[in-house]
Nanobody
Framework: QVQLVESGGGLVQAGGSLRLSCAAS????????MGWFRQAPGKQRELVAT???????AYADAVKGRFTISRDNAKNTVTLQMNNLKAEDTAVYYC????????WGQGTQVTASS
């Protein structure tokens, strides 16, 4: 089993920045794909950013150029640096780790006020 705990969410003005972190425990996740989804009220959960175990990254078009995903396999963590936040980025952000099975964190609220 893998446990994931997110931190770093909060309230920020549009144009501001936040950094989300996700710490994994229970197993080493260096062979896992890891990343972030988000879910806004009344909308489906959507992929924000992902990084493979080999380091390849992918982003949703809506966040390209503003968000950066990175991971530290030695610390079993993945982070999401979010710059130039927009009101439409407001959502609950969920960390995930996937390798034969997908594990989810509990989510952290990000609110960008316009």
């Amino acid at each position: 089993q893998v446990q994931l705990v997110e931190s770093g969410g909060g309230l920020v003005q549009a144009g501001g920045s936040l950094r989300l972190s996700c710490a994994a425990s229970g197993r080493t996740v260096s062979t896992y794909a890891m990343g972030w989804f988000r879910q806004a009220p009344g909308k489906q959960r959507e992929l924000v950013a992902t990084q493979t175990s080999g380091g390849n990254t992918a982003y949703a078009d809506a966040v390209k150029g503003r968000f950066t995903i990175s991971r530290d396999n030695a610390k079993n963590t993945v982070t999401l640096q979010m710059n130039n936040l927009k009101a439409e980025d407001t959502a609950v952000y969920y960390c995930y780790a996937a390798f034969r099975k997908t594990y989810w964190g509990q989510g952290t609220q990000v609110t960008a006020s316009s």
